[in-house]
């Protein structure tokens, strides 16, 4: 009998991942997302969305588009993006080269009850940016694989997705701010034109 493949820390994780940003624009999705990137570093660069399920991907497209000197980098977990899968077509006929999605995927909706996702169920997020047409989409299953996914989350050619098989922890961390249009003044106030 074989052991059980070792999950990826989450709060590990995000934490190597955001390590020294830089100039990079981070959007995150909702839910513990947020918290798993205030707690690696609260910046006014990092824009946190609240109560817009699904909405992630698409804001992070927008940002690429208009701002195509900056890399741009979109977190967030399985049940957030399958709300609005179709926006990896979208993504995939833009084609922007400076945006990387990571999908946090424990299997669950966390926010909601920790239920099952639709991964939990066989989805391969990663297969279905694939099949929308992105250059390159892939599945980090181990710890070994995060170091390799981390450079080219930060550093590759877009669009480009990676699914990240994390446990199912939580990071508690207050999110520094909840209200969407201070969210916003102080992003647009951090990103000069």
């Known amino acids: 009998m074989s052991n059980p493949p070792e999950l990826i820390e989450r ?5 190597q991942l955001l390590a020294d940003p830089g100039a990079m624009l981070i959007v995150c999705g909702l ?5 798993d990137v205030a707690a690696a570093g609260d910046r006014p660069l990092n824009f946190y969305i609240h ?3 699904g909405a992630a991907a698409s804001v992070g497209l927008g940002l690429a588009l208009a701002r195509k000197d900056r890399r741009v980098l979109v977190v967030t977990g ?6 609005n899968i179709g926006s990896l077509a979208t993504i995939a006929a833009q084609r922007p080269t400076n945006l990387s999605i990571v999908v946090l995927d424990n299997e669950r909706l966390g926010a909601t009850g920790s239920q099952l996702s639709l991964t939990s169920h066989g989805v391969d997020i990663a297969g279905i940016a694939r099949a929308s047409g992105f250059p390159d989409a892939i599945t980090v ?27 199912r922890e939580r990071v508690r961390a207050a999110v520094p701010l909840w209200d969407g249009v201070e969210l916003k003044a102080r992003f647009r106030k951090a990103l000069p034109a």
């Open 78 to 83: 399985d049940g957030e993006l399958m709300m």
């Open 11 to 15: 709060g590990i994780f995000v934490k």
């Open 141 to 167: 299953r181990s710890p070994d694989e995060a170091p390799n996914a981390i450079k080219r989350i930060r550093s590759g050619d877009g669009p480009f997705l990676a699914v990240v098989k994390v446990s």
């Open 31 to 35: 839910g513990f997302v947020g918290s």
């Open 51 to 53: 109560g817009v399920m």
